[in-house]
């Protein structure tokens, strides 16, 4: 599996390379940021014109995890679509893929801000989900404690090489997903919004082949933020 295994208010969960939540106790598996429809919704406003291909690609990799996996329970966490057009344009191969990816498992779809209403699909529609002690919700909310959420598509790059990929960020009080959509961006780990966000000591676990544990990055200029006392993150590999 090459993932990452975490602790988050007494839960073991494993951040996976592809940017996918397992929780094994619960069979449960959490993504964030489909954006399905990216590529229509920009053509539909006059913006970049893009290969038409995202909502394929990011059906063959959920419908890969999903595969492996076998979760009884998926949660996706807000801005599954760009915006309710793209939902509701949505071709019928792609939503019947949808229906079978849906059969036989519980499918919990968070609102989002780009996607705030109910979508025509199947599945259950939540403003946020509590599972024993963790909140799923789309935006990180300033107090939380044991929250996961999406939003912010937190990106990180490996000292040595450079590069950048899509992370998980975590501290002792919540973990952020990456985005899981084919055409979405991302936001650096150092940018003051996740800089106020996350508690040292916080962890940015890089997605790709196999997920990759470091510090999360702190400008010089930034100090660390402590915050009321909490258990120490548990950490390591998985699988």
């Known amino acids: 599996m090459n993932g990452h295994a975490l602790s988050l208010a007494g839960v073991d969960l494993t951040a996976l390379p592809s940017g996918g939540l397992w929780w094994a106790a619960e069979r449960l598996l959490c993504v964030s940021d489909l954006h399905l429809g990216k590529s229509e919704r920009l053509a539909r406003r006059g913006g970049a014109l893009l290969p038409p291909y995202e909502t394929a690609a990011t059906l063959d990799r959920l419908d890969a995890l999903i595969d492996g996996l076998k979760p009884r329970t998926l949660v996706c966490l807000g801005d599954s679509f760009d915006d309710r057009a793209a939902a509701e344009a949505l071709d019928e191969a792609h939503r019947m893929r949808i229906a079978r990816m849906q059969a036989g498992r519980r499918w919990i779809w968070i609102e989002g801000n780009h996607d705030p209403g109910p979508v025509d699909l199947g599945g259950a529609h939540r403003d946020e989900l509590r599972l024993g002690p963790l909140t799923f919700r789309h935006i990180a909310a300033p ?97």
């Open 143 to 239: 107090a939380a404690d044991g929250e996961i959420s999406g939003h912010y598509h937190p990106k990180c790059g490996l000292a040595r090489s450079g590069q950048v990929r899509p992370a998980f960020l975590v501290d002792t009080a919540r973990i952020i997903l990456p985005a899981f959509g084919a055409y979405t961006g991302g936001l650096r780990a150092t940018d003051p919004v996740l800089q106020d966000l996350m508690i040292d000591p916080a962890l940015a676990v890089l997605t790709g082949p196999r997920a990759v544990p470091l510090p999360m990055p702190r400008p010089d200029s930034a100090p660390a933020r402590a915050g009321n006392p909490r258990p120490p993150i548990r950490h390591g590999r998985f699988g």
